[in-house]
């Protein structure tokens, strides 16, 4: 499978309790992004990463949200401490290193419920 | 606050005529524009996207830009009902260049 590929595909957490999503990115991509679609809401950016650096994490709270690239492995987006405000599909999308235009491909995408 | 509009919808057409989805942003910089499928429940898929002022055309899916009215649309020739989708506009934050704000979409059903 050559997409982008996001594992699990669906996570159920209790309030309190971490929520680790990750994502490889298409084959030849080096360039991740985060989205968080609520329900009846549209999609929105999260945080975009290179290999080992957070190029943009302005779309990410503050608090409890952080994310990763690392030089092996895959994307991982972690949230700590759940709250029942996390419920939500989190999808990523990957990019590769172009001079101009950002075309985007996304994920299956990680629907995460907090009981 | 950078905003991208598209009417909610939703969209009813018959199969086999043509489906006109609109979408307008905020964002005077935004220089990359694209046009995502979502059908329910799964992901975005890109369907097409456009860079220049005018029209670009790919089988039976055209998109226009028109920077200077901030408009940019989708034309859907000879719909079928597998296109019956959320049809979701997204436009390049012109200060980042890869950030992108999405409209929340337009529902389009296509009936048989």
């Known amino acids: 499978n050559a997409g982008v590929m996001q594992n699990p595909r669906h996570l159920v957490r209790r309030r309190g309790q971490e929520a680790r999503l990750r994502c490889s990115p298409m084959?030849?991509?080096?360039?991740v992004y985060w989205y968080r679609q609520l329900p009846e809401e549209g999609l929105k950016f999260m945080v975009y990463?290179?290999?080992?650096?957070?190029?943009?994490e302005s779309g990410m709270p503050k608090e409890r949200f952080s994310a990763e690239f690392p030089k092996e492995g895959p994307s991982i987006l972690r949230i700590q401490q759940v709250v029942r405000g996390d419920s939500a599909a989190y999808f990523c999308?990957?990019?590769?290193?172009?001079?101009?235009?950002?075309?985007?491909?996304f994920g299956p995408g990680t629907r995460l419920t907090v009981t | 606050q950078k905003e991208v509009e598209q009417n909610s919808g939703p969209l009813s057409v018959p199969e086999g005529a043509i489906a006109s989805l609109n979408c307008t942003y905020s964002?005077?910089?935004?220089?990359?524009f694209f046009w995502y499928r979502q059908y329910s429940g799964k992901s975005p898929e890109l369907i097409m996207s456009?860079?220049?002022?005018g029209d670009k055309e790919d089988g039976r899916f055209t998109a226009q830009l028109n920077k200077a009215s901030q408009y940019v649309s989708l034309l859907i020739r000879d719909s079928q009902p597998s296109d019956s989708a959320t049809y979701l506009c997204?436009?390049?934050?012109?200060?980042?260049?890869?950030?992108?704000?999405f409209g929340k979409g337009t529902l389009l059903t296509v009936n048989p």
């Open positions: 999308a990957s990019s590769p290193a172009l001079a101009g235009g950002y075309e985007q491909y």
């Open positions: 084959k030849g991509h080096s360039h």
């Open positions: 990463l290179q290999k080992e650096n957070i190029i943009d």
């Open positions: 964002d005077r910089g935004s220089q990359s």
């Open positions: 456009i860079y220049s002022n």
């Open positions: 997204a436009v390049n934050d012109g200060g980042s260049n890869y950030k992108l704000t």
